[in-house]
């Protein structure tokens, strides 16, 4: 044994506290390997959560709680190679090609989960994760130099010794996704502004301007959080400066000092000025260390008067996707009221309370008994403090350290006054959100207790006694009760949560896919999102049922806004098997079973849990969209096309004009067959589309439409017409004649009206074809 000290030596606090956090990553997978007591300190729990927290950057609804012994460090190294998906509706480019990477691409939205992905110069398909070294197209990574403090990657991986950069958070726009990534960098795609078309424009100065695949904002900052509003963009930089967008290619920062930090700011000053950032449809918000909640209204006259008309610019090469930045000045804020303390418990119980009123007003009277005897009056005091905002279309929801919860409505020009959200408080109450016309507030499960809920609601309309008439959703909460969820998205419509096992849940209107969920298109109960990733093999060896052996996707992150979705999930270090790869490259390839070797297997294709619909392996055909929304926004119009009228034409039974032959019954001859004018039996081939000018695919939803007899006459689909005479005949549609107009239009219709077109006593019988709508 020598006598000199090794490095065994080092007490195990100084090497978790301070060696470990010098060590670049390959190091501390060397270090792990030699012996068992730097194998035990380097899967030790607590520096993995801190190392995390230190590389990666983003909300901390993002990390579940728990007491796996390796979660952390598994965290850790997915992140090193994160993943996103996006679904739902593809107008505006909001899917950044995203649906040109699936088979189940319904025209205009895509129903499952769908990874970013775009067609390469050399013709192949990559994704995020593939484009990790290409820091020009890509929105999950860069390749750069290794700087003092980079995340590494380890010996042996592809590009081993450089810094990789994932996507850290994912945020949804009314008509856009924004992605902020772990170096500072934010990407964009979509339409910032879809309330018009902007197919013609190119410059992104312009605020309608599409961006059809995620492009680099290049922001002369380093970006530490996003906020996405329905049509602009708040940023937070590492200066703890806020940067707003109302057009991806300008910015402006803030220079109202309520907004900037009176002593230091960035690193040098904690906790930081500015904590939160908020949007909403016509109004942006801050939250400030010190409880204080800022508003102002970006598309206001004010505001616009206060911008500088002097604007540096950023050089990148390309003129359409450079940046300018100027400032916005001081006086565009309107400072909140502060929030007033919790009203004392009912009296007495009014004869409008229904059972659910009365009986959550016992348990919250008790509730708050408890969490006040529990505290110094100097804590409960301290408490008060305001520490997390939401934003909805026109009110910001604001939430206090000890769980009460209070709503206001910010509409310009109109009375402040905050109001207490009874039964969506509680001192077990963490978190919130809002969109639209919706909010949410949840009590996730903490290391003391696994209980949580969910409370949700819809705001019908605003009212003084907002607080005491709006009530959870019942039926969610029950739904939703101790499933251990930690983060709630809010579309237009629809809605997502995910829980501490990084599973994710959908539930509202889907008719534009925006649920991912397949053929399940819509419904009121949480249902599990599945992901390609969701591979389960399943054995059944002991009696408790089947157990997992393999591992799933696993989210860490959820978005969602207007009629799309989108998610974060974590990758995986490890490569896939050749059967896994080609099963996730072209998963319709795999041959399907039949039901009963299913149901014996107790699995769907691809290894499904028994009575889940797997998207990815099914070979359905792909139905029309529905025209109805559902009770939702219309779906906006198709662009404005030259083409050739009633595209689609195969679709649906349309069909053209043919010949036929009739039969006759004449006094000079018994039976005549005549190939002509008159139709008779006989099927047409359907004849070319008709150029035109005008919107491609008018009413290409309709069930039904008319159309004249060129034949026997066309009758319903294997039905009968009457007209000058009686005729038995199956008809289909014609494409449109040239117009000025919409091109289509009955396109899909399935069956028509018409006339025979022998009059008198004569009796046909065939097959004839009917023109299309006129």
Not at 186 to 195: N, P
Request: negative net charge; glycine residues 14%.
């Amino acid at each position: 044994m020598s006598d000199h000290p090794t490095l065994t030596d080092i007490p195990n606090e100084v090497v978790l506290d301070h060696l470990l956090h010098a060590l670049q990553l390959r190091d501390i997978a060397s270090l792990s390997a030699v012996n068992r007591q730097f194998n035990l300190l380097t899967s030790d729990p607590a520096f993995w959560r801190s190392k995390t927290l230190s590389d990666f950057t983003f909300p901390t609804t993002s990390h579940p709680t728990t007491s796996s012994k390796g979660w952390w460090k598994h965290v850790y190294l997915g992140l090193l190679k994160p993943k996103a998906y996006v679904w739902g509706s593809s107008d505006n480019n909001r899917l950044g090609g995203a649906e040109l990477a699936t088979t189940r691409n319904h025209r205009r939205y895509i129903d499952i989960p769908s990874e970013i992905s775009w067609n390469t110069s050399e013709g192949k398909v990559k994704n995020w994760n593939e484009n990790l070294k290409d820091s020009l197209i890509t929105a999950l990574s860069s390749k750069v130099q290794p700087e003092e403090g980079d995340v590494v990657e380890r010996e042996g991986e592809e590009g081993g010794g450089r810094r990789r950069s994932g996507v850290v958070e994912l945020q949804a726009g009314g008509w856009s996704f924004t992605a902020r990534q772990s170096d500072g960098s934010v990407w964009v795609w979509g339409q910032l502004d879809g309330t018009r078309p902007g197919y013609r424009l190119q410059s992104w100065e312009d605020k309608h301007c599409p961006c059809p695949t995620p492009t680099k904002i290049p922001l002369p900052c380093k970006v530490e959080s996003i906020s996405a509003g329905r049509r602009h963009l708040l940023v937070l930089d590492s200066d703890n400066l806020i940067w707003e967008l109302r057009s991806w290619g300008k910015a402006y920062y803030h220079t109202a000092p309520e907004l900037t930090a009176p002593t230091g700011h960035g690193t040098t000053r904690l906790p930081p000025h500015v904590v939160q950032l908020s949007t909403g449809w016509q109004h942006s918000a801050a939250l400030t260390s010190k409880g204080d909640i800022h508003v102002w209204y970006p598309f206001s006259n004010l505001y616009e008067n206060s911008l500088s008309s002097e604007l540096s610019n950023v050089e990148t090469g390309d003129e359409d996707r450079g940046l300018k930045y100027g400032k916005v000045g001081d006086n565009v804020l309107v400072t909140l009221p502060s929030l007033p303390s919790r009203p004392g418990s009912q009296a007495s119980a009014s004869k409008t309370d229904n059972e659910f009123k009365i009986q959550r007003r016992k348990e919250l009277q008790d509730q708050w008994s408890d969490y006040e005897s529990s505290r110094a009056p100097r804590q409960l005091e301290a408490e008060q403090i305001v520490v997390k905002i939401a934003s909805g279309e026109d009110f910001v929801v604001a939430l206090k350290q000890n769980g009460e919860v209070w709503l206001i409505r910010v509409k310009e020009g109109g009375r402040l006054v905050w109001q207490y959200m009874e039964f969506f408080s509680s001192p077990s109450v963490t978190h919130l959100t809002a969109q639209f016309r919706s909010f949410t507030t949840y009590a996730t499960p903490t290391s003391n207790s696994d209980n949580s809920a969910v409370y949700h609601a819809r705001i019908p309309e605003y009212s003084d006694q907002l607080g005491e008439k709006t009530i959870p959703d019942l039926e969610l909460l029950e739904s939703l009760r101790n499933k251990g969820i930690i983060q709630v998205a809010i579309g237009d419509y629809h809605y997502a949560a995910l829980n501490d096992k990084g599973e994710m849940f959908t539930w509202g209107q889907g008719d534009s896919g925006q649920l991912g969920r397949g053929q399940n298109k819509s419904g009121k109960v949480p249902t599990r999102v599945i992901f390609p990733e969701d591979e389960l093999d399943f054995t059944s060896d002991d009696t408790s049922g089947s157990e997992k052996k393999g591992e799933g996707a696993f989210v860490f992150s959820i978005t969602a806004g207007g009629w799309h979705t989108g998610a974060l999930l974590l990758g995986d270090l490890k490569p896939r098997s050749e059967k896994g790869k080609q099963r996730q490259l072209d998963p319709v390839e795999e041959p399907r079973r039949s039901s009963q070797e299913q149901e014996q297997e107790g699995a769907m294709p691809g290894n499904w849990p028994g009575g889940v619909h797997n998207p990815f392996t099914a070979k359905e055909p792909v139905p029309v969209p529905p025209n109805s929304r559902g009770g939702g926004p219309v779906r906006a119009m198709p662009m404005y096309r030259i083409g050739f009228a009633g595209r689609g034409a195969n679709l649906g039974g349309l069909g053209g004009l043919g010949r036929g032959h009739t039969t006759t019954t004449t006094p000079d001859q018994d039976q005549d067959q005549d190939e002509g004018n008159g139709a008779g039996s006989g099927r047409g081939r359907g004849a070319a589309p008709i150029f035109r000018v005008g919107f491609a695919g008018r009413g290409a939803n309709l069930a039904a439409g008319r159309g004249r007899g060129v034949g026997d006459g066309n009758g319903q689909e294997q039905g009968e017409s009457d007209g000058n005479g009686n005729g038995d005949g199956v008809g289909r549609g014609a494409a449109p004649i040239f117009r000025v107009g919409f091109a289509g239009r009955g396109a899909n219709t399935a069956a028509g009206r018409g006339r025979g077109a022998q009059g008198g006593q004569a009796n046909e019988a065939g097959d004839g074809e009917s023109g299309g709508p006129w």
